[in-house]
Antibody
C-alpha cells in the first residue's frame, strides 16, 4: 500500500523560505518511471501543480514558480523535500504530496495535505 | 501556462448522467492523451478517477468515464448518486514536460 504524508510549518512569515517534507512508503523512488510531486490548493480555490521529481534527479517545475522552487530527494529516508523561497500571503494553501506510477500520467495516491499559512 | 477551462458548476438529479468539459490548448490537450480527472470531497484530498483520457484505476466505479476530442476532454458520470456530489478537476501533461490543472467544477446532486 502506497502512502504519503506531508510535514512542515503551519505558519510562515512573508519573505521567509518554506520547507515541506513528504515521507512516503510502499514504493521506491529508485524504480524507473516512478515520480513524486507537489500540488497546492489555496483555500476555496483550484489545484495548482508545483513540481515533480524522478529517481534520476530529473525534475520539472511550474513555469510561474520555478525561480522560487526546489525539489530534492533523499532515497535512503524515502523523503522528498520542497522548498519555496520568498513566500507571500498568496502562497497560503494546502500543500499535497503525490505519487505518479510509471507510464501513468496521473497522480495516485495523494497525501492528506498540510495547510500552510503565510502571515506576519 | 494557463489553467484548463472547466464549467464552474454542473448539476443533475439522481440517476441522470452529467458531463463535465475541460478545454485546453495546442500545448496540452491538443497534443497529448494524458488527461486525468480527480474527485475532491470537502476537506479531503483529491482522488484519481480517470487517467490517460479514459482509463479507470481499480476501485473506481464504471459509472465514471472519460473521453477527448481535439482540445476538449470530458468526464461523464452516469447514474448520478448523492455520493458523487464533489468538486472535480481535470489535469493534463504539457509540451513543457509539466502539468496543468483545470479550474474545477462543483457537481451538485439535486
Amino acid at each position: 500500500q502506497i502512502t504519503l504524508k506531508e510535514s512542515g510549518p503551519t505558519l510562515v512569515k512573508p519573505t521567509q523560505t518554506l520547507t515541506l517534507t513528504c515521507t512516503f512508503s510502499g514504493f521506491s523512488l529508485t524504480t524507473n518511471g516512478v515520480a513524486v510531486g507537489w500540488i497546492r490548493q489555496p483555500p476555496g480555490q483550484a489545484l495548482e501543480w508545483l513540481a515533480l521529481t524522478y529517481r534520476n534527479d530529473d525534475k520539472s517545475y511550474s513555469p510561474s514558480l520555478k525561480n522560487r522552487l526546489n525539489i530534492s530527494t533523499d532515497t535512503s529516508k524515502n523523503q522528498v523535500v520542497l522548498t519555496m523561497t520568498n513566500v507571500d500571503p498568496v502562497d497560503t494553501a494546502t500543500y499535497y504530496c503525490v505519487h505518479r506510477r510509471p507510464r501513468l500520467f496521473g497522480f495516485d495516491p495523494w497525501g492528506q495535505g498540510t495547510l500552510v499559512t503565510v502571515s506576519s | 501556462q494557463s489553467a484548463l477551462t472547466q464549467p464552474a458548476s454542473v448539476s443533475g438529479s439522481p440517476g441522470q448522467s452529467i458531463t463535465i468539459s475541460c478545454t485546453g490548448t495546442s500545448g496540452d490537450l491538443g497534443i497529448y492523451n494524458y488527461v486525468s480527472w480527480y474527485q475532491q470531497h470537502p476537506g479531503k484530498a483529491p482522488t484519481l478517477m480517470i487517467f490517460d483520457v479514459s482509463n479507470r484505476p481499480s476501485g473506481v466505479s464504471n459509472r465514471f468515464s472519460g473521453s477527448k476530442s481535439g482540445y476538449t476532454a470530458s468526464l461523464t458520470i452516469s447514474g448520478l448518486q448523492a455520493e458523487d456530489e464533489a468538486d472535480y478537476y481535470c489535469s493534463s501533461y504539457t509540451r513543457s514536460s509539466t502539468y496543468v490543472f483545470g479550474t474545477g467544477t462543483k457537481v451538485t446532486v439535486l
